[in-house]
């Protein structure tokens, strides 16, 4: 009996020892850079549990990207930036606005035009009444076009949040809510094609379908989006047959129940996979994905489907695959770290102004390195008009590469020195 225990103690003696040498090996400096490269976590304790995460990852069916199969939008200029051009009241904001995201070295400006902004009043009504002297609801648009022309960028046009005139429930149902009558979205849709062919060639049709409040008070559906799509790629398509069609970007969430309660999201994996059972394959050139990091950096390449981090769109990029749809890239329409202050809810994730400034770059190098079926990443975002979103404690005001004011937060100088120091493809 005394030499059973005593060969029990040995034992966890040894393991002790061993556990003791491995995590000694484990905090070198060469291991907690390995770790950082693969877990995408800086404190010891969160990498060690990474790695653990990655051993059990292995255990699970691996992703089939198919590198080798995108045949068009992928091979492009990756630097792109959300803008709220439309909210900025005075034209010389705008137009600085434009040209500091082009000194930082994006190439893509992805902009809503808002339906609800556009065609205001009523159906084929494109005159802003809404202050003395009345004026036509293009001429803010039509600007931002011209910004974007005179600084050599290009427009990615997001067309979404309908009148409160094309849903008999109005603004009850939802701001965001689809219309009642789709043939009124496309006809839109063609509107907007028609006066800026030539001149816009990219446009993305809704934004994140797969979550609420952007499918109002009505459960999500994947089908419906699919009709939506339909409608929106068939009308832009003949009113310019080279437009370039970017399906709504789908919010990572792992919920379920979207689809049958009204208010709740619904997994964008399983909702893709839905608008291909709809027959959505045709009608768009592009698929599109938010790319947030949330908690951990962009080096993190643990797959799960049930946890957030930047690797997640190679989950949508397996759904493709699986579907035959390999040819099409992924764009990302939003992606960044919230740089909350401790005050603030991290709702999005927390990371220091100097992380912030560090993660985004390197983002774009793993896409670079890595993903070679995925084009344009658009940060989240550039700035905003007003600091409302500052002085309501509101976690989203964070993502901002420049302050109301223009004042450049360091992720904004980090982002002008890497564009600045890179060639694309090199």
């Known amino acids: 009996m005394k030499s059973a225990v005593r060969q029990t103690l040995i034992l966890w003696a040894g393991l002790l020892v061993c556990g003791g040498l491995a995590l000694l090996l484990l905090s070198t400096p060469p291991a907690r850079n390995w770790m950082w490269q693969q877990t995408g976590e800086e404190a010891f304790a969160a990498q060690v549990k990474g790695v653990s995460d990655l051993a059990a990852g292995l255990l699970r069916p691996h992703v089939k990207l198919a590198p080798a199969a995108v045949s068009a939008h992928a091979d492009v200029d990756p630097f792109g930036v959300n803008v709220f051009l439309e909210q900025e009241a005075e034209p010389a904001k705008r137009a600085l606005a434009v040209k500091m995201a082009a000194d930082a070295g994006f190439h893509w400006l992805r902009q809503e035009f808002p339906w609800e902004d556009i065609e205001i009043h009523g159906k084929g009504d494109f005159e802003d009444r809404r202050h003395q002297p009345y004026r036509s609801a293009w001429e803010k648009y039509d600007q931002i076009v011209g910004l974007t022309e005179q ?27 689809p219309p009642d009558d789709y043939q009124d979205y496309a006809d839109f849709v063609a509107a907007l094609v028609s006066r800026y062919r030539g001149r816009v060639k ?10 609420n409040p952007e499918w109002g008070v009505y459960p999500i559906s994947p089908a419906q989006y699919t009709e939506l799509l339909k409608a929106g790629a068939t009308a832009a398509r003949a009113a310019n047959p080279e437009i370039v069609v970017i399906a709504g970007a789908l919010a990572a969430t792992i919920d379920l129940d979207g689809t049958t309660i009204p208010g709740r999201n619904f997994s ?98 793993r896409i670079r390195d890595e993903w070679p079926w995925l084009g344009v990443a658009n940060v989240w975002y550039l700035k905003r008009a007003t600091d409302v979103w500052e002085e309501n ?34």
């Open 202 to 211: 990219y446009i993305q049709l809704w934004n994140e379908p797969n979550i």
């Open 151 to 177: 600084n050599g960028m290009e427009l990615i046009v997001r067309i979404s949040n309908p009148p409160a005139w094309s849903r008999a429930g109005g603004d009850e149902v939802g701001s965001y809510a």
């Open 393 to 426: 404690r509101q976690p989203e005001a964070y993502f901002r590469l420049l302050a109301p004011d223009f004042t450049p937060m360091p992720v904004y100088k980090s982002m002008r020195d890497y564009t600045g120091g890179k060639e694309i493809g090199d």
């Open 268 to 365: 964008d994996l399983l909702f893709l996979q839905r608008m291909y059972d709809a027959g959505a394959a045709p009608y768009f050139d592009v698929m599109a994905a938010q790319g947030y990091g949330l908690w951990s950096g962009p080096t993190d390449h643990r797959m799960q489907p049930r946890v957030m981090n930047f690797g997640r769109p190679q989950y949508m990029r397996d759904v493709m695959v699986a579907n035959g749809d390999g040819a099409k890239p992924i764009w990302i329409s939003e992606m960044n770290w919230n740089a909350a202050p401790e005050d603030v809810e991290a709702r999005y994730g927390r990371v220091t102004l100097a992380q912030q400034a560090a993660y985004l770059p390197a983002a774009y190098q």
